[in-house]
Structures are given as structure tokens and as C-alpha cells.
């Protein structure tokens, strides 16, 4: 228990400052008001002075405004229950509630004459305050961008952030982040608030940088063998490397092809050094050693770099170039990147009370079908933005990942998701109606494409899904900036809520829990969960097998990546055979699982719907709350154990990674997949298979006993 008030823990300096500011008044004036010297008002508003209760309340009452009232009130407060939240929080009234609940639902399970009814809702009321207010009292939030390569995310991002360095030319002239029409940003790219700008680096492991370049020395190696009006980014039934990783490894190897001019005839040829290496070093691994040697990664070991104190450039032109020296592989303090953080001084979308941090995840090249679009669906702090291009929305590549994590069970989907259309130039108002008509202005065509959107959202069962629409060229980003806060806000609304839902509730409480009649309703509602709980305690058999994923997502990948995935043994942030494979068991889980939760919801709502029994409808609400919570955690914890079971065996298994390397050729992938198949159906593998569903079913008796907790205390009662 926490028992010391605000005054305790936050120095009030600063709250004073912006109190005085904000009513108009100099430090001077405080001072003569109060009767001290301006200086005493400076350090104490520095905190270097610690204020006397006396002190304070003349501070407050001579700056006299409500908000000084306010800040009076807070630091009078004992939080006894929750650790204080600073007087500036977006969410501060709330969480003092929160407290304030807390406190009374311990004082009432301390009453002697409490009827043993109630004691189990009671906790379960505690433990859902304390979550919600976790939630409120972080003000972290993330905004993740998705869509496939090209689609304009990294454009739309910039320009909705400001970060531009110019109103002039070709938008990717003006934007400070590198875009293109695809191929261009390395890795994943987040930007967030912070004391000046910034980078700071994550590069890929030693390990996974051998990788890339062995796979960029097979493409050289097969570009020498292959013609020279062969396509070298695309040489058929081979190994290929993306555009990105290919320019950023020539960049640091000082292998980038470079131009000459051809003394006889005037005429620009091209040199590969990349190549002439290739042909120099013909074993695929002395290649790779040279290349290697090449890079110099042991002296590209720096992380972070600042804008420097007297540059001639602006902070923004600063951080356009030094993010594409390092995003190409130009900048030799810097290793290849796994991921890099771009760092501003101010505040995302101008939401100050909120700490909004952006995603810009890398672009999705075939299926989406990654584990960092997975995990976005399952973060109750996230955003998820969901780009499309006009004439294409919503690309199916998006309706397959909303089908894909429907399916795994992801709550809230439409609470947090929006789709975004981006259009370019004269889309929308090429736009014909269903009369053959071409539209009388753009509005008109957006009007048009969201009601294509949704219909095509409505038969996925994402109809709530909202619908954007933002066109770089316009360079107006102020609604849409405003509207991306306003979602993000509401995912805090909704816990603002439930804690108000729950102050009527635990107050009701109190009132009635007294009563008789109260006991009575809460039994018969109890009795009749029960009855439907007594009839459901199994589950039916269970046929499919944890690599259904997989196998699925192989056939849809671009042969590219199961290529690149087979190499590093199943380890490809574009197919990851581990992640499938934990994916695949959460699928089941939740076919068989929340088919069940479903059939209760329905009891549930049932009973809610029946007014006689309204002394136990805000018990109800706990009741399906506690069910998704549990359900949510399951499911969680069936991808953990879906990866787990059959991990170890897989990476160890080399003579199945060789055979599968050494597959190519027309159908490629489908031969992985029936290979990659038959693995998990060999008949060693049916213990571990048997493994997987005993923990489904384990999952299932796991929530049966939560509900079992609250129906059978009550019901014996």
C-alpha cells in the first residue's frame, strides 16, 4: 500500500511556474505579492528550495486562479493505494478514482457482515482497477504503418509529421525520411520524441549480417554466370537479394557500381566492382570472407549520432542526410541496420500529453504474413494504420492479414485499426460512378472508394473499420494528424470508462451488499452460468496440426523469402518457420476456445437482457470481462507453446535444412512445403502434436476454472 500524498513525491516547482504563466504574472509580481524576493520565487520554482505548508498555500493563494485551487486539492491528497500521478497528467482525476475505489472495495472486504457472495467479485474488481489504471498512468503510444512496398507510408508519414525540409519539388526531395517507389528504407523505422534530433541504431547481429551478404555473393555469383540481358534482381528459379540490402552492402564494402566515361565513343559505361569480385573469388564462401574483410564491420560498432552544435545545416536537412548516409550503408561509423530510431524535439502530431511514438514498418513484399504485423494486433497501446493505394483499397494483402489475426483471436481489431488510403494525383477524380459517370470532384471519389472499402470490409466482418484518405500532394495533413490523435485518445477513453463503469458499480455495491435480495439474484444468475459450464467442460477432438500456418504461408510467400528463410533455417523476418509454427497452434486454439466463449457470451447476454435481474448485471459485465481477459491470455500463451514444442528439434534437424536447400527450380515452393509438411507429420512428431492440443484443452479447463471461482462460491453459498 502506498501511504504518502503527492506533496511527498513531485516537486511542485514546475506546476508553479506554468500556474504563474498562465495567470499572467512575473516572477517580480509573485514575489511582491507574497512579500519575498524574486529570486526566492526562481529557485523555488527550479526546485532548489523546499516549500513550507505555509509557504505553498501563500504561493497558491496569491496566483489565486482555479487551477492553482486544483493543484491545492492534489497535493492534499493521500494516494494510499496507487503511487501518485503527477499533477500534469492527461489522466490524473481518473487515476485519484481509481485510488479512491481501491480504497473502499479493501474497506469492504474487511467488513465482518459481508456475505461470502461477494468476496471473489470483489478481488476480481481490484485486479481489473489495478490493470486499467497501469494503463492510464503510462501515456506511451505507438502508431504502426503498414502496407506493401511503394504504397506511400514513408511519404504520408513524413508529411504528417512535418518532417519536410522544403514545399518545393518532388514530395521525396521533401521529405526528410528516404522514399521511393519502394525498395529504399533498409529496416523498420520509428520516430519519437525526444531532447534534440537524433538516430539511434540497432544493427543486425554478426550473424544475421553473414547472411545477407552470403546471400548478396550467391546473387553475384549467379549474375556472372547468367547473361547480360538476363534481369539480375530477378534471375529465374534462383537465389536474389532485396534492393535495399544489395546498395547498402555495395555502400559499405566500397563495392558500389560506379560510371565511366568511355574515351571513344563519349558514352557512360558502367563498372561493378561487385561483380569483378565475383568473378575473382568463384567459391561462394571465400566470396563472402572477401566481402566481409570488404565492410570493416569491427569499426562500425556506433549506435547513435546528434545534431551537432554549429552546423550550417537546419536540424531537419541534418537528419535527411546522415538517415541516408546510414539507410545506404554510406556512413562508416555504422554497421547495417536492424531497425533505427529517428529522434525529434517535438512533441508527435502536437499531441503534448501523449508520448505517440511512429512505426513505420518495413514494406510488405507478397503475404502479409510477418510476426511484427502479428504482434501489432496484439498491443493495446498500438494504432494500426493500415495503408492502401487508391484504385487498389483495400489491397488484399491487408483483408489477409485482418482475416489472419481474426482467425488467431486478436481482440479489439476494430478499435485499433484504421485503413488509409492514400491516392495519387487525379485518382479520385477519375473515379466513375455506377452509371458510367466520372465524378464532379475528388470528395466525390473518396465518397465512392470508402463505399467500395467498406463493402469489401463488411464481408470480411470489419464494417466498423474506419476509412481515411490523405493525398500527399495536398500537403493539408492537419485533419488527418487530428484525427490519428483522436483514435489514439479513445483507446484511453475506453479505459477512462471502465473505471467509470466500475466507481457505479463498486458504489452499488456498497449499497446492497447487504441485501438479501441482492444475494438471491446473484445466486439464481450464477446457477443458471453454471448450468450451461456443467454441460461444457470439454472440448470436441481436435484434428489439425500446429503447422498448418506454415504451410499456408508458404505457398503465399514470394519465393524469395521461403528461399531466404530455408537458408537461415527458418529465420527470415519474411518467413519465420518459428513463428508460423506458434501461430498455427493459437489458430487452433482459438477455433476450438472462443467457440466456446462465444456460446457463453450468449448466456451472458441473455441474462443481461433480462431486467428482474438487473442487481447483477454490473457482475455479469465482470464476468464477460474476465472471460476475454482469460481467453486473451490463453491464446497468448498457446503461440508460446506452439514455437517452443517443436523449436529445438527443427533448428537441429540438418539433414532437413540441407534437403530443402537444395531444392529449386519450378515449383519450388509448393516442394518446400510438402517437404516442410512431411516433417511434422513423421510419426516421432506425434508425441509433441499430442503436446500442443493437451495444453489447448489444459487452456480451456484453465478459464473453466476462473469461471468456476466466481459461479461455484456463489452458487454454495
Known amino acids: 500500500m502506498v501511504s504518502h500524498s503527492g506533496q511527498d513525491v513531485i516537486s511542485v516547482g514546475k506546476y508553479l511556474a506554468t500556474l504563474r504563466d498562465a495567470a499572467g504574472l512575473t516572477q ?42 486544483a493543484l491545492r486539492d492534489y497535493l492534499n491528497q493521500k494516494w494510499d493505494e496507487l503511487e501518485p500521478a503527477p499533477f500534469d497528467h492527461p489522466n490524473r482525476e481518473v487515476l485519484w478514482l481509481a485510488n479512491g475505489l481501491l480504497g473502499k472495495l479493501r474497506n469492504l472486504k474487511a467488513d465482518s457482515e459481508l456475505k461470502s457472495v461477494f468476496v471473489r467479485h470483489i478481488e476480481i474488481y481490484e485486479s481489473e482497477l489495478r490493470s486499467l489504471a497501469a494503463n492510464l498512468r503510462l501515456t506511451d503510444h505507438n502508431v504502426a504503418f503498414v502496407g506493401s512496398i511503394g504504397v506511400g507510408k514513408t511519404t504520408a508519414i ?54 545477407d551478404v552470403a546471400d548478396f555473393a550467391e546473387y553475384l555469383l549467379r549474375a556472372t554466370k547468367a547473361s547480360p540481358a538476363s534481369n539480375d534482381g530477378d534471375i529465374e528459379g534462383g537465389p536474389s537479394v532485396t534492393k535495399e540490402i544489395n546498395r547498402a552492402i555495395r555502400n559499405m564494402s566500397g563495392l558500389a557500381e560506379t560510371k565511366i566515361k568511355d574515351p571513344a565513343t563519349g558514352r557512360p559505361i558502367r563498372r561493378d566492382p561487385a561483380r569483378e569480385l565475383a568473378l575473382k573469388y568463384t567459391d561462394a564462401k571465400e566470396l563472402v570472407i572477401q566481402i566481409l574483410l570488404h565492410m570493416n564491420l569491427p569499426r562500425r560498432d556506433q549506435r547513435d549520432i546528434w545534431y551537432p552544435e554549429g552546423s550550417n545545416l537546419s536540424g531537419l536537412a541534418w537528419l535527411q542526410q546522415t538517415f541516408t548516409e546510414i539507410n545506404n550503408g554510406r556512413n562508416p561509423q555504422f554497421s547495417l541496420p536492424k531497425r533505427i530510431e529517428v529522434i525529434i524535439p517535438m512533441a508527435i502530431f502536437d499531441a503534448e500529453e501523449l508520448n505517440i511514438r511512429i512505426i513505420d514498418t518495413k514494406g510488405i513484399d507478397g503475404a502479409a504474413t510477418r510476426a511484427d ?27 489477409q492479414l485482418l482475416q489472419r489475426v481474426k482467425e488467431a483471436g486478436a481482440r479489439n481489431i476494430v478499435n485499433k485499426t484504421t485503413i488509409l488510403v492514400l491516392p495519387r494525383p487525379e485518382e479520385a477524380a477519375a473515379v466513375k460512378d455506377n452509371s458510367g459517370n466520372l465524378v464532379d470532384d475528388e470528395q466525390e471519389g473518396y465518397e465512392l472508394k470508402r463505399s467500395d472499402v467498406e463493402m469489401h470490409l463488411t464481408r470480411l466482418g470489419f464494417r466498423a473499420v474506419s476509412v481515411e484518405f490523405f493525398n500527399a500532394q495536398n500537403k493539408d495533413s492537419l485533419p488527418l494528424r487530428d484525427f490519428i490523435v483522436s483514435r489514439v485518445r479513445d483507446i484511453r477513453r475506453s479505459w477512462d470508462q471502465r473505471v467509470q463503469v466500475l466507481s457505479k458499480t463498486v458504489d452499488d455495491l456498497i449499497i446492497n451488499h ?26 470436441e477432438e481436435i484434428a489439425e496440426q500446429a503447422q498448418q500456418e506454415l504451410i ?111 531444392k ?48 461455484d462460491q456463489v452458487v454454495n453459498a
Not at 517580480?28 to 505553498?56: C, F, H, N
Open 28 to 69: 517580480a509580481e509573485l514575489a511582491r505579492k507574497i512579500i519575498v524576493s524574486p529570486a526566492r520565487i526562481s529557485r523555488i520554482e527550479s526546485g532548489d528550495v523546499t516549500l513550507t505548508e505555509d509557504e505553498r498555500e501563500q504561493l497558491l493563494e496569491a496566483i489565486g486562479t482555479d487551477d492553482a485551487k
Open 158 to 211: 513524413c508529411m504528417l509529421t512535418n518532417l519536410r525540409i522544403s514545399d518545393e519539388g518532388p514530395l521525396n526531395k521533401q521529405v526528410v525520411l528516404e522514399a521511393g517507389a519502394g525498395g529504399t528504407t533498409i529496416c523498420e523505422v520509428q520516430i519519437k520524441t525526444g531532447p534534440q534530433f537524433g538516430l539511434i541504431v540497432e544493427p543486425r547481429s554478426d550473424e544475421e549480417i553473414k547472411y
Open 373 to 399: 504485423l502479428d504482434r501489432l494486433f496484439d498491443d493495446s497501446r498500438t494504432l494500426i494504420v493500415l495503408c492502401s493505394r487508391f484504385n487498389d483499397a483495400p489491397e488484399s494483402t491487408l483483408q
Open 514 to 539: 447487504k441485501k438479501e435480495q441482492t444475494a438471491v439474484v446473484f445466486q439464481e444468475v450464477m446457477r443458471r452460468l453454471n448450468t450451461w459450464l456443467s454441460k461444457n467442460r470439454d472440448i
Open 552 to 662: 499456408k504461408v508458404i505457398r503465399l510467400t514470394h519465393w524469395r523469402s521461403v528461399w531466404a528463410s530455408v537458408r537461415r533455417k527458418g529465420e527470415w523476418y519474411n518467413l519465420d518457420y518459428y513463428h508460423e509454427i506458434g501461430f498455427g497452434a493459437r489458430t487452433i486454439a482459438a477455433k476450438y476456445i472462443l467457440k466456446k466463449t462465444n456460446e457463453f457470451e450468449v448466456i451472458i447476454q441473455n441474462l443481461l437482457d433480462d431486467e428482474d435481474l438487473s442487481p447483477a448485471h454490473d457482475m455479469l459485465e465482470q464476468v464477460k470481462q474476465m472471460l476475454h481477459s482469460k481467453s486473451d491470455e490463453i491464446l497468448k500463451m498457446m503461440e508460446i507453446v506452439g514455437k517452443t514444442t517443436f523449436e529445438d528439434d527443427l533448428k537441429a534437424d540438418k539433414e532437413f535444412w540441407n534437403n530443402l536447400e537444395s
Open 664 to 711: 529449386s527450380g519450378t515449383g519450388y515452393r509448393d516442394s518446400v512445403a510438402i517437404t516442410s509438411d512431411h516433417w511434422f507429420k513423421m510419426t516421432e512428431r506425434a508425441e509433441r502434436h499430442g503436446f500442443v492440443k493437451e495444453k489447448i484443452v489444459e487452456g480451456w479447463k484453465e478459464i473453466l476454472a476462473s469461471l468456476d471461482g466466481l459461479v
